[in-house]
């Protein structure tokens, strides 16, 4: 929502990957449950998902330094199932399958996967 747009605390996360083409298609597979979509692509090694005109989470090939922790937003359970449903089938590996996280908090309802590069990637509903 434009609301939503307007007061995200951060504009974008750009994750360096150390093989784009395989990459791009893994989360191509495992975003798209979330709604989220390459939307810019800027050359043959560097793409943007989210909506335009600013992309929230950019890929880019690179030397991968450190393993980073990205939690995307779910609006139901359901899209957090379907996001590791369809990163596991595009090749991400299961750090957590989907269910409550009462250490976070009562109605923390997540899942989590590692990318190609080991990064781990989670989707969070944090409804009733």
């Not at 939503?4 to 989360?27: C, K």
């Not at 996001?83 to 269910?99: D, I, S, V, Y």
Request: proline share 7%; glycine share 8%; with cysteine.
């Amino acid at each position: 929502s434009p609301h939503h747009r307007e007061t995200r605390m951060i504009h974008h996360i750009d994750l360096v990957v150390s093989d784009f083409a395989r990459s791009r298609a893994f989360y191509v597979q495992a975003l798209e449950p979330l709604a989220m979509r390459p939307v810019m692509d800027r050359g043959p090694t560097l793409t943007g998902f989210g909506t335009l005109p600013d992309p929230v989470f950019w890929i880019r090939a690179g030397t991968v330094a450190a393993s980073l922790h990205v939690a995307f937003n779910a609006a139901s359970r359901a899209m957090v199932e379907a996001f590791h449903e369809a990163a596991l089938a595009a090749g991400g590996r299961n750090h957590g399958g989907p269910g409550y996280r009462p250490r976070y908090e009562t109605h923390y309802y997540a899942a989590c996967v590692l990318d190609p590069d080991g990064n781990n990637i989670e989707a969070v509903y944090r409804g009733r």
